[in-house]
């Protein structure tokens, strides 16, 4: 497994056909420097949308929901969100990756922003058939998918349907066997979570406007708390708060099947993990897809960051994404 975008050289590998050029990425990583160097002075407006739902922002304090983010041209590509999140999360990568991609993050159902749910279960399916029809009402039968945690899930779900061009899996959740104790541990994980909930509803000003309770919040999540952005971290604190399916999401955890062999994936695979992620331990829950995935796939430790590794290194993960894009574009696998 490589770490971050460095890939060791491997002479067991088939070098690339003569004629090929590796795409060019120089320009890419220019402005994703640029984002992080210079403030944008119209960050707080308001950004054009194509889809129905908002793509704005309130103050700092009160974020405006989003149902579905849909920016720039080019590549369709979809971002899926984590458990108890939103498309906020994934704003910086998707304003960087617009001006290669059209890019289209919803909020899944029964998370705020997200279409409602019904009945005391919901599983992978059930996420993976709403986003089918939003993708069917735009009129993209493939894309390319990058999914994080529960997103992810439900990206290699998408894939096995035959949606996705290319999927890149960003600290993804479903790796444990049935009636494991890895997925009770998860389901345990997740109920946790619960009353901290419940909790944090009561006291949801006063953990947006202390540094303190932000960064407390934030310790599952992210590697360091303090490198993610004040709004960033209001965002995913109220997202967390309005998660509408958290009871049903942790019963489905628990019933929903695993996913299938994951060596049968057709579509090009690159898989991202997050050196300091909290919430999964690599060393435990990311066994199966290291040992699953194809030979081909990529298989990336991302350094310094968290289970949401988008919030702390949104330029890194724009980049690891658009590669993977590019390569296919251009026929190449990523290896």
């Known amino acids: 497994m490589t770490s971050d975008t ?6 067991a590998r088939p070098s690339r056909a003569a004629g090929t050029t590796r795409p060019r990425f120089a320009d890419f990583a220019r402005r994703a420097e640029e984002f992080d160097a210079e403030p944008d002075p119209a960050a707080d407006e308001p950004r054009p949308v194509k889809t129905p739902g908002k793509n704005t922002r309130g103050s700092d304090d009160q974020p405006v ?24 999360c994934w704003e910086q990568t998707a304003t960087l990756l617009g001006s290669h991609c059209e890019v289209f993050a919803p909020a899944l159902a029964g998370h705020w ?8 279960v919901v599983d992978i399916a059930a996420l993976a058939d709403e986003v089918e029809r939003q993708l069917d009402e735009m009129g993209w039968r493939t894309c390319h998918i990058a999914g994080n945690s529960l997103g992810a899930w439900v990206g290699v779900e998408l894939a096995r349907r035959d949606r996705a ?36 509803r009561k006291v949801a000003g006063f ?11 934030l310790f599952v999540v992210a590697k360091n708390p303090t490198a993610v952005s ?34 049968r994936l057709k579509t090009p695979v ?18 199966r897809y290291l040992a699953e995935l194809p030979e081909s796939a990529d298989r990336i430790l991302v350094n310094r960051v968290g289970h949401v590794p988008m919030l ?13 894009v590019y390569a296919s574009r251009n026929r190449l696998r990523a290896v």
């Open 165 to 200: 061009r290319t999927l890149t899996l960003i600290a993804p959740i479903g790796g444990w066997k049935k009636l494991s104790l890895t997925r009770l541990r998860v389901a345990l994980k997740f109920l946790s979570l619960v009353p901290l909930a419940h909790l944090g």
């Open 230 to 263: 004040r709004r960033d971290a209001v965002a995913t604190i109220t997202a967390a708060l309005h998660c509408r399916a958290m009871m049903p999401l942790i019963r489905g955890s628990l019933r929903t099947p695993v996913p299938g062999d994951l060596a």
């Open 113 to 120: 922003g997200g279409p409602e749910v019904t009945g005391e």
């Open 65 to 88: 929901v989003i149902k579905t983010l849909h920016v720039g041209s080019g590549d369709p590509l979809l971002l899926l969100h984590g458990f108890m999140l939103s498309p906020h």
């Open 6 to 11: 460095s890939r060791p050289s491997d002479p």
């Open 207 to 217: 953990t947006a406007r202390n540094p303190v309770a932000r960064r407390v919040a």
């Open 312 to 324: 702390e290194a949104p330029d890194r993960i724009a980049t690891l994404i658009a590669e993977h």
């Open 270 to 287: 690159r898989l991202l993990l997050a050196e300091y992620d909290r919430f999964i331990p690599n060393r435990v829950y990311a066994r």
